[in-house]
Nanobody, 118 residues
Framework: QVQLVESGGGLVQAGGSLRLSCAAS????????MGWFRHAPGKQHDLIAS???????NYADSVKGRFTISRDNAKNTVYLQMNSLKPEDTAVYYC????WGSGRYDYWGQGTQVTVSS
């Protein structure tokens, strides 16, 4: 089992920045893929950024150039730096962990709310 705890959400004005953190614990050697999803009211649950154990990253087009995913292996923590935030970035953000080979995410955090005011 892997436990994930997110932090860093909040309220920010459009154009501002936030950094989300996801601390992993448990059987972390069993996972090699970490991702950030978001779920806005009335919209799909979308994968917006992912990072593999060797540091390969991928981003959704909607956040490319504004968001950066990174990891600190010593702290077992993954980050999502969000810059130039827009009101449409408002959502609950979830950290997830899984397996690169299958692309499946088996473990989820509790979510953290990000609200961007115009």
């Amino acid at each position: 089992q892997v436990q994930l705890v997110e932090s860093g959400g909040g309220l920010v004005q459009a154009g501002g920045s936030l950094r989300l953190s996801c601390a992993a614990s448990g059987s972390i050697s069993s996972i090699d893929l970490m991702g950030w999803f978001r779920h806005a009211p009335g919209k799909q649950h979308d994968l917006i950024a992912s990072i593999t154990s060797d540091g390969t990253t991928n981003y959704a087009d909607s956040v490319k150039g504004r968001f950066t995913i990174s990891r600190d292996n010593a702290k077992n923590t993954v980050y999502l730096q969000m810059n130039s935030l827009k009101p449409e970035d408002t959502a609950v953000y979830y950290c997830a962990a899984g397996h690169w080979g299958s692309g499946r995410y088996d473990y989820w955090g509790q979510g953290t709310q990000v609200t961007v005011s115009s």
